[in-house]
């Protein structure tokens, strides 16, 4: 009897065995969501909108939208596999992730094929670049522009000790190279004062006139709405930013190299002049992401 029992158990535990293995390997091959983590601006949540339509038109993958986090935090998370994508820019990946410069860049070398030869130790990789150029720009106010007549970053230095730089406050931090600190000293400016302000909030402390001169994006359709005027960088301080997606290798192992190839739809697609209109809809006319990302998708014939 107690054999019986025994051989019953034993049995019982091969079999509960066998379907735990079973359903891992369920998982490993396609089950569960791919998360993309949100951008906080318009640009890259547009981007991240169009992805998870184009995966989900084209694949059976789900596609799980992650809460918005800084640029980072973002690269952190998927760097400890706790997220499987983002939107991002090679020049961001060059110098606040892997805190290089353009002139570690062997000769011949692109930004974005230097980034994934580095990103490789990790099982990282930047996707085909989607077309975007948003590097950073100083811009000053209408009222600046009348006062001072300015055209190059240069120039600022002269007046910098009667203008007040206001900016995010990642601008501000000593993550990366592409900052405050070294910016200013690069140009040798001195400003009257520095002011910090929320992504939100920043055209209008532009309007109001609480700051004078600024950061921008070079595809942000505010900058349009609020005059700015946007300076030569004539030391070529601010590298190019190439948008392109971030994501962790093993994600086609587990879904299969069509997923690459969806993933990379937009390669091209979103130069700036586009890119900006994208997000002028956006955050001039209030449009929702979504469905300025849908039209675009169906102005392409992307959709199926």
Do not use: Q, W
């Amino acid at each position: 009897m107690k054999k019986t029992m025994r051989k019953a158990m034993s049995k019982i535990c091969l079999v509960l065995a066998l379907l735990l293995l079973l359903s891992a390997c369920g998982a490993s091959s396609g089950s569960g969501k791919l998360r993309i983590i949100d951008s906080r601006i318009s640009e890259g949540k547009l981007i991240i909108a169009m992805v998870k339509m184009l995966i989900e038109d084209r694949t059976d993958v789900k596609v799980e939208i992650m809460d918005e986090m800084s640029a980072v935090n973002s690269y952190n998370e998927i760097l400890r596999g706790n997220a499987d994508a983002f939107n991002t820019y090679d020049g961001t990946a060059l110098t606040t992730f892997l805190h290089y410069d353009v002139e570690d860049l062997p000769a011949g070398s692109s930004i974005h094929e230097f980034v994934n030869e580095k990103l490789a130790k990790d099982k990282l990789e930047l996707l085909k670049k989607l077309g975007n150029n948003n590097t950073y720009a100083i811009a000053v106010t209408p009222a600046v522009m009348e006062k001072y007549s300015l055209k190059t970053i240069s120039e600022l230095a002269e007046c910098a000790p009667e203008l007040v730089f206001g900016a995010e406050h990642d601008f501000f931090t000593e993550e990366g190279n592409i900052k405050f600190g070294p910016f200013s000293k690069e140009y040798n400016l001195t400003f009257k004062d520095t002011y910090r302000v929320d992504l939100g909030l920043k055209y209008a402390a532009l309007s109001s006139e609480e700051m004078d001169v600024t950061v921008v994006y070079t595809t942000d359709g505010l900058n349009l709405k609020t005059d700015l005027t946007i300076l030569e960088d004539d030391k070529g301080f601010f590298p190019d930013y190439f948008g392109a997606l971030m994501v962790r290798s093993e994600i086609f192992e587990k879904y299969g190299e069509e997923l690459r190839d969806v993933m990379n739809l937009l390669e091209g697609l979103l130069p700036n002049d586009e890119m900006t209109k994208l997000t002028y809809a956006v955050d001039i006319e209030m449009r929702d992401i979504n469905e300025v990302a849908k039209e675009f998708l169906l102005e392409k014939g992307l959709l199926k």
